[in-house]
């Protein structure tokens, strides 16, 4: 019986680790569905742009206070739970601070000194956060699209990242104590806590099995609210903590707004105004451009992986609708709902195949189900919304292909757009003169 927490504890481990598993691959499972699209040019850029953006949190600080709020509780967090592989070590061979043995006692205690530096600015982060989020009024967190469980879910996110790290400080308090009295072998520094927790804990006195029960106790919640906190990731936009790093490398490194014509349309117009081409000649072999099967997007299977992958990585932060020209004016359209409709139907799309083993129709579309035909000719184009992102993300595309979808196989364009196509296909030009009046103008 008395390795019965060491085997309590593997069994959570492999658990945790297990179902983290397991959702990844259902993510990963369901951008498959996307079509496949190339990615693996310029390869040391790509390298580069991932590093600066996603780890280095570049955009980010483009907006200061956020920035590098943000910085404080990334940084924080991902170097705090390092002491994640000295939780798992103790746990299985049941040992104490397994790293000070390892580190030595010099560079052990500046580590855990710099832990608990770093999960205090955690701690303020998360808290500015959330009054920001709930109290101060910024107009991009508090829009309706967010109502409900986007709301819920960013609070819920602080509110599990304030738990742990007041599990942390705790575990570190009655720790220190212990150590004090000679229960508990000396390992560590730990500044804040010697400033917050212990004096509450020596006011009162508390004996050593109290305190040996907060500090296991803490441990142990440490340990499970991680293991929470990662399988949580799948239902929630935190998942960009691990995504933005996959979204950064395969970002499109194109000039902002290039259009991806089809190669297709692009030979088949190039014959056409060939006058020596013979349209009836079979193509060269090799040489034929792929037909696609349908022309844009009318669903997330006609979407390319990188989109979907786009969907799935969308912090929600909001700072493409706050610089969207057509959402402030008042219209529809926000990019960041383009993206998080685009992963409910993802999502959708997800749960249907889990239930019945292949994707059988539901009778809905993104389009016009999810997506409406006023949000998507409401964008003027202007790439706002892929400047502003943190994380590299292009909402933009996804208009696009879904614009294609409307104009290719539904002739759908909106009036305006209709004329001036029949004026540049009858007078080679967007407005409604013949081409022998064009030269008028310069009579006078």
Request: net charge neutral.
């Amino acid at each position: 019986m008395q390795y019965i927490d060491n085997i309590i504890f593997l069994i959570l481990l492999i658990a945790g680790f297990g179902l983290f598993a397991k959702s990844l691959q259902k993510i990963y499972r369901n951008i498959k569905l996307g079509r496949e699209i190339n990615r693996s040019d310029r390869k040391s850029e790509r390298w580069e742009t991932m590093a600066r953006v996603a780890m280095g949190q570049s955009k980010m600080v483009k907006r200061p206070v956020a920035g590098i709020l943000h910085l404080f509780v990334y940084v924080g967090f991902v170097i705090i739970n390092i002491e994640l592989i000295e939780i798992i070590v103790d746990g299985i061979f049941g040992t104490h601070r397994f790293l000070a043995s390892i580190f030595g006692h010099g560079f052990y205690n500046f580590f855990t000194a710099t832990l608990e530096i770093l999960a205090l600015l955690v701690v303020i982060g998360v808290v500015v956060f959330f009054i920001r989020r709930n109290f101060y009024g910024v107009k991009r967190l508090t829009m309706k699209e967010l109502f409900g469980w986007p709301k819920n879910d960013a609070n819920w996110i602080l509110i599990i990242e304030f738990a742990l790290m007041m599990a942390f400080f705790s575990m570190n308090s009655a720790d220190y104590v212990l150590q004090m009295r000679g229960v508990l072998a000396e390992h560590g520094s730990f500044p804040i806590s010697e400033m917050t927790l212990v004096p509450f804990l020596e006011i009162f006195s508390f004996d050593n099995g109290f305190l040996m029960f907060v500090e296991k106790g803490a441990w142990w919640f440490h340990f499970v609210g991680i293991l929470f906190f990662m399988n949580y990731l799948y239902y929630s936009k935190h998942l960009h903590i691990i995504l933005a790093f996959p979204s950064t490398w395969f970002a499109n490194l194109d000039k902002k707004g290039k259009f991806n014509n089809l190669d297709s349309v692009t030979k088949e117009i190039k014959l056409m105004m060939d006058p020596n081409a013979d349209p009836y000649a079979a193509p060269a072999e090799g040489d034929a451009a792929e037909v696609p099967s349908k022309f844009g997007a009318e669903d997330v299977f006609d979407l390319n992986q990188v989109q979907l992958l786009n969907a799935y990585s969308c912090t929600e932060c909001g700072r493409c609708t706050s610089v969207c020209p057509a959402n402030i004016t008042g219209k529809k359209l926000s990019p960041r709902l383009i993206l998080m409709k685009t992963r409910d139907r993802l999502e959708e799309v997800g749960r249907n195949i889990d239930k019945n083993g292949k994707f059988e129709d539901d009778g809905k579309k993104l389009l016009n189900d999810y997506i409406t035909k006023e949000e998507l000719w409401a964008c003027t184009t202007c790439n706002a919304c892929t400047e502003a992102c943190p994380v590299l993300l292009d909402p933009l595309s996804i208009i696009f292909e879904m614009r294609r979808f409307l104009v290719m196989e539904q002739s759908a364009a909106p009036q305006e757009l209709n004329l001036m196509m029949t004026n540049v296909e009858n007078n080679a030009a967007p407005w409604q003169y013949n081409q022998a009046d064009r030269l008028n103008w310069a009579n006078d």
